[in-house]
């Protein structure tokens, strides 16, 4: 066994790290053929049409516009504090919890509103030191000219 | 259905016991509960136990309502577990509501218990991360106070409330906390106080925050038409006991920054309709604030006025114990304590001495000044995606 500390993922299939420059990470959802309705994670049945075998996997958006964020002082184990909590809201109409990362963690840091884009990134560290790797935003370039951060 | 009414409560001191367990909070509001009723204990058919927590924090995943009761003297009835986190005990007195009123059951016991404090902190914030989906939420760093710190600063931009706002109602809370003998915190405070503690999550600073309690609270139901036959005491009636759960959030791309309160509304407009009253109707009620702030919220979802009108309804003390609409008289989530699966039946408990009027200092008036006739309690729990996972409404009559 060796000591290096291993890279954990969330959970497999969620989301594609990319494999080659160049490439853009994205979290993998799934959409009702019948409804349009989309969800992340991915569902195996309609919520809305309460149906199975309608779902279909596919690439979400990779950018989105901040729903609401706070800095958190307390978290659970595992993740240091200060550290920003949000929700991001894709495109698809996903509304999606996440931490942020590529800003101080400061009450005005970001805008209601702003343009984030997801990237592939250590979220915590378990008991035994090994990363757990998911899904993150950030704002994007684009927006941090914008806003001037 | 047949009518349901609630003929005994009890409820242990809110407050960090680490010398009780489960069990000893549990048997001490049974018994309180009982002896509130002049019921022979032997007639009690049937629990109902709401727990959300005691697995991680004490190991007692299984059978804990059993335990319990076990322990409190009791064997040979029904024992029925249920969980919902914040809601627990709850949707404990909507499952035992369902049983008397459809004729199973004569007489129930509901119970609420938790048991937050343990020797370790991290284990209460993490046992407190698996009231979320913990593989979207409570495993990548999500917390309740964040995600109502969040809620918060939307309503802020959209209502202009301020964290001024935010403390006057916990000062509100704290003051009627001060003069509620269950309550955990009993110190009042001032708004200059609640502004400067340290910020958790802004806008949400520490005195405005619950924070882990230990404690239990029970009530004994029985059929409406034979209270009389446990109780000298005026007969409350259960009008409504509303629950939804995992409410579908419009899929339709939404602003960022929109508050969808939708999913607390829903069991609030099945209660008013099911109870044959509206907002205007309401005396007295405890609405669920596991941060102060959260209570303002609880106007605009309960009918009670819009966002817009929320400050001048503070200057005005509406809400306040001497007001027009007392909320939360017994401190409310954060000065009563939150011992999550106890809280439903703490609220219930204090409807009940409203409506009774036996809540001594902290007692409402209601309109015509000889005490209130309805009452309205309103629960949540958990949180999955952006919503409560579990939303509860009940109404309560004299």
């Known amino acids: 066994m060796s000591d290096q500390k291993q890279r954990i993922l969330i959970k497999e299939g969620w989301f594609c790290i990319p494999d080659a420059p160049g490439k853009e990470p994205y979290l993998i959802g799934s959409k009702c053929s019948q409804c349009g309705y989309t969800h992340f994670p991915k569902i195996v049945a309609c919520p809305v049409c309460r149906k199975d075998g309608v779902m279909n996997e596919g690439p979400l958006s990779r950018k989105g516009k901040l729903d609401s964020f706070t800095v958190a002082h307390q978290g659970p184990p595992g993740f240091e504090t200060p550290y920003i909590q949000a929700y991001v809201l894709l495109p698809e109409g996903i509304k999606i919890f996440t931490l942020i990362e590529g800003v101080e963690p400061l009450d005005n840091a970001l805008k209601t509103g702003q343009e984030m884009e997801l990237i592939i990134s250590k979220v915590r560290e378990d008991e035994n030191g090994n990363e757990i790797i998911g899904w993150k935003f950030r704002p994007t370039t684009e927006a941090r000219i914008k806003e001037g951060i | ?398």
């Not at chain 2, 005026?234 to 939708?262: M, R, V, Y």
Request: net charge neutral; proline share 4%.
């Open chain 2, 1 to 398: 259905m047949r009518e349901v009414a609630i003929i005994g409560v009890g409820m242990t001191k809110f407050g960090k016991f680490l010398d009780k367990s489960i069990k000893d909070l549990g048997q001490e509001a049974i018994w309180k509960s009982i002896h509130d009723t002049g019921i022979d204990p032997k007639q009690i058919q049937a629990a109902y136990v709401g727990n959300g927590l005691a697995g991680v924090i004490t190991g007692q995943e299984g059978v804990r309502g059993q335990v319990i009761l076990r322990h409190a003297g009791f064997s040979d009835i029904a024992i029925v577990n249920v969980e919902g986190a914040c809601a627990s005990s709850t949707i404990a007195l909507r499952e035992g509501m369902i049983a008397v009123g459809a004729g199973v059951y004569d007489t129930v016991l509901c119970l609420g218990v938790e048991k937050m404090f343990c020797y370790d902190t991290s284990r209460t914030l993490f046992a407190l991360s698996t009231d979320t989906d913990i593989e979207t939420m409570g495993g990548i760093g999500f917390t309740f106070v964040a995600k109502y710190a969040m809620d918060m600063r939307k309503c802020m931009e959209k209502y202009g409330w301020t964290q001024e706002h935010f403390a006057i109602v916990a000062a509100k809370n704290k003051y009627n906390g001060s003069l509620n003998p269950f309550a955990q915190y009993q110190e009042p405070m001032t708004v200059e106080e609640i502004l400067n503690s340290r910020v958790v999550a802004y806008p949400l600073t520490l005195y405005m925050c619950s924070s882990p309690a230990d404690g239990a609270a029970a009530v004994i139901i029985c059929a409406r038409k034979s209270a009389h036959k446990y109780t000298s005491k005026p007969i409350i009636t259960i009008g409504a006991c509303e629950i939804s759960s995992i409410h579908l959030p419009n899929f339709q791309a939404k602003t960022p920054g929109d508050l969808d309160f939708e999913a607390y509304e829903l069991p609030v407009k099945a209660a008013y309709e099911k109870a044959g009253v509206g907002p205007q109707d309401i005396e007295v009620a405890e609405v669920h604030d596991a941060m102060s702030p959260a209570e303002l919220r609880g106007y605009i979802v309960l009918g009670f006025c819009k966002g817009e009108e929320i400050p001048a309804w503070l200057n005005q003390r509406k809400t306040f114990l001497r007001g027009d609409l007392p909320v939360n008289p017994s401190g409310g989530l954060a000065a009563r304590g939150h011992p999550v699966g106890a809280t439903g039946l703490a609220q219930i408990s204090e409807l009940v001495w409203q409506l009774r009027g036996e809540a001594g200092a902290r007692q409402v008036l209601g309109r015509t000044g000889k005490g209130p006739r309805i009452a309205l309690a309103q629960n949540a729990g958990g949180f999955i995606e952006g919503e409560p996972a579990v939303s509860m409404c009940t109404i309560l009559k004299r």
